[in-house]
């Protein structure tokens, strides 16, 4: 049946309402992660991890304005209003660059751990936190004087940050030991751990359910986790090779970038399920949000993709990815360089076999 | 297995060189650079895997977490 076919009346038609629009998608530049937007300026702007750069989008035009050359693979960002600075954790640098907003300018370079790959701030504690994966630990730094306050020793793979300062409490999450350790923010001591899945690798917490939100990008699944015990609580389903969450502004909802099914998928908070899940671009990583708006940066596609999440609460039934819709036909031809010989390969050598083909990226 | 490499935007021979050390890869490896084959299939993240039956019909496609490719690989093969 083409679209012409199918009937329109007021019998059969049903009108559903969209979960999501999608506003505009940016090209930034080559791996872009982390992302965070200057509401003042009405900029995003978005660590472009293998160009070492920062991309500036005009967000009033879509487009990519200004580069920022920072230190040598920048991962993630945090913007700070009150002292119109930009942070760019510089992974293979191992450090932490500022950046002022009006010139675009780098003002301080700060010395963190091995690898540096999340980065936080707490705006009202004055306090930036870098998740150092290589160095297993957790760097706080004065906001407003970039001193080192304190370095607490977390687990390999430290990376992404958040905090509670209802509990006076940060949590730093460990990709490679799958964990998430719990530290007293008047102590800077560890007060407790918890195993969750494979790949760890983001955290958003909402302080008034008590529960931390995890991210297990290869076991696919959002680990709840209670901070008064450390327990895991359940696991929440999501798209394909999530990496990337962030908090909604309201905390009813989470969002969580889905590297493997180029999707953001909206959770609730309060039931854990699936909202929605809305095309962004070719493997999505870093989320920042302002109001409905969310923008998330594509790794795959190099772009940046400006949605509105439309729902106003959750939806009668959860969101469920649909088969792809070539399962069942024949797979196109390929003729492909062989990485390895240079030789050209076509399908035709795998006539008649079974086989598997994995779509990968080397970042 | 077939491994075919998308996304690099650059020389992809460093990157994919280490990819392969890392994790041990001995599979053969194409390189998709401009990722049009990818876009015919539809394919909108990594990893995705793409399972093809003997007579060249796709039986599957995404299939990240280790279970599903299990139990996947498990009827593909008693097929």
């Given amino acids: 049946m083409t679209e012409l076919d199918i009937p329109v009346g007021a019998a059969c ?6 979960p999501g629009l999608t506003i505009a998608e940016v090209p930034v530049g080559l791996d872009p992660e982390g992302v965070a937007v200057d509401l003042g300026r009405g900029r995003a702007y978005v660590a472009c991890s293998r160009a070492d750069n920062v991309a500036v989008v005009d967000l009033d035009t879509s487009s990519t304005v200004a580069r920022i050359q920072v230190g040598t693979e920048p991962i993630d960002l945090a913007f700070d209003p009150a002292t119109d600075r930009l942070f760019t954790a510089n992974a293979h640098s191992d450090s932490v660059s500022a950046v002022d907003a009006e010139s675009l300018e780098v003002v301080a370079t700060i010395d963190v751990g091995l690898y540096p790959s999340g980065l936080t701030a707490d705006h009202a504690a004055r306090r930036i936190y870098a998740g150092n994966s290589l160095g297993s630990s957790m760097s706080v730094i004065d906001l407003d004087t970039y001193e080192t306050i304190a370095t607490v020793e977390a687990e390999v793979g ?3 940050i958040a905090f509670d300062r209802t509990r006076d409490l ?4 460990n990709f490679i030991a799958a964990s998430a350790t719990f530290i007293d923010t008047k102590t800077w001591t560890v007060i407790g751990r918890v195993e969750v899945g494979s790949g760890a690798c983001a955290v958003g917490i909402v ?4 529960h931390a939100f995890i991210v297990n990008s290869l076991a696919g699944t959002v680990s709840r986790v209670s901070l008064d015990d450390y327990t895991v609580l359940e696991e929440l389903t999501v798209g394909r090779a999530p990496v990337g969450l962030t908090v909604g502004p309201r905390h009813d909802r989470i969002y969580v970038s889905n590297r493997g099914s180029g999707t953001l ?3 609730g908070t309060a039931d854990g399920m699936q909202w929605a899940q809305l095309p962004v671009g070719g493997g999505p990583g870093g989320i920042a ?5 969310v923008y998330v940066a594509n790794a795959g596609s190099g772009t940046l993709s400006i949605v509105d999440d439309l729902l106003a609460g959750p939806p009668p039934r959860p969101a469920v990815e649909p088969p792809h819709p070539l399962i069942g036909h024949k797979l196109p031809e390929f003729s492909l360089v062989d990485f390895r010989t240079g030789q050209r390969r076509s399908s035709h050598e795998w006539a008649e076999r079974r086989y598997i083909i994995n779509f990968f990226a080397s970042w | 297995m077939i491994l075919i490499d998308i996304w690099e935007g650059t020389d992809p021979k460093p990157d994919v060189d280490r990819f392969c050390e890392m994790w041990g890869i001995d599979s053969t490896i194409l390189l998709d650079e401009t990722a049009e084959y990818a876009a015919a299939l539809g394919i909108r993240g990594v990893p995705t895997n793409v399972l093809v ?5 796709i039986v599957d496609i995404g299939l990240v977490r280790l279970d599903e490719l299990d139990a996947a690989i498990d009827r593909l093969v008693s097929s």
């Fill in chain 1, 207 to 210: 302080p008034e359910l008590g």
């Fill in chain 2, 53 to 57: 039956d003997a007579d060249g019909t």
């Fill in chain 1, 170 to 173: 940060v949590v730093c999450v």
């Fill in chain 1, 158 to 160: 430290a990376g992404a």
């Fill in chain 1, 265 to 267: 998928s909206v959770v």
């Fill in chain 1, 13 to 18: 038609r049903i009108d559903a309402v969209a």
């Fill in chain 1, 289 to 293: 949000v302002d109001g409905n708006r």
